[in-house]
C-alpha cells in the first residue's frame, strides 16, 4: 500500500500526523541545510520504529537536537549525549544519537566542500537509488537503504513520495 493510499484511508475528519505530514513535508524539496539535517535525524530513528513514532516526536527532536543547527550538534560533548540518551521525548539509543553527531560533522565538511549540504546532494543528482546508498554509506553513519531511499524520496531527491493521481503529487510537479 502506498503513503497516499493510507492516508487517504485515514477518517478525515479527525486530525492525524501521517496527513499533515503527507501533505505539506513528505516529498517537498528541502534546500536548507538545516532542515535536510534534521530529516536525515528523524529517517535514521524511525529504524526499527513506525513512523508514527516519529511524527509524533518530531518538535521534541528538533528541540533536543537544537533545532537541527547542523554547527551546534557537531560541537556536542559527553555532556550532549548524555542529556539526549535521558530525553523521554526522543528515540533514547546511544548508536542513533552518535550518528546524528557524526553526520553533523560530516556535513560541514560537505559544507565546507561544496558549500552546502544541498549542494553535495545535487551534485550527485540524478542517479539510481542504489548508488545513492553507496555513497551515503561512504559518507554518513547508520544509513542502510531504507533509511537512504526515505530521506531522499520525503526531501525530493528521488521519485515515488505521491501517487500521480494524489493532489500534492500535482502540487509537488506545480513547485518545480
Known amino acids: 500500500m502506498s503513503y497516499c493510499t493510507f492516508v487517504n484511508a485515514l477518517p478525515p475528519d479527525q486530525p492525524n500526523v501521517h496527513r499533515h505530514y503527507h501533505d505539506h513535508q513528505y516529498g517537498f524539496a528541502l534546500d536548507d541545510d538545516n532542515e535536510l539535517f534534521g530529516r536525515l535525524i528523524l529517517e535514521i530513528n524511525q529504524a526499527g520504529l513506525s513512523w508514527t513514532t516519529i511524527l509524533n516526536k518530531q518538535e521534541n527532536f528538533r528541540r533536543a537536537y537544537h533545532q537541527f543547527d547542523i554547527d551546534t550538534v557537531a560541537a556536542y560533548s559527553d555532556a550532549d549525549v548524555a542529556r539526549l540518551l535521558q530525553d523521554a521525548g526522543i528515540i533514547r539509543n546511544r548508536l542513533k544519537v552518535n550518528a546524528a553527531i557524526e553526520n553533523a560533522r560530516s556535513i560541514q565538511r560537505l559544507q565546507q566542500e561544496f558549500g552546502s549540504f544541498h549542494n553535495w ?9 542504489e548508488a545513492w546508498v553507496k555513497l551515503f554509506k561512504k559518507t554518513f553513519r547508520f544509513t542502510g537503504g531504507e533509511i537512504v531511499n526515505e530521506f531522499l524520496m520525503s526531501t525530493g531527491w528521488l521519485p515515488g513520495a505521491h501517487d500521480p493521481d494524489c493532489p500534492v503529487y500535482q502540487r509537488i510537479a506545480g513547485l518545480r
Open 121 to 129: 546532494l545535487a551534485r550527485h543528482h540524478p542517479q539510481p537509488k
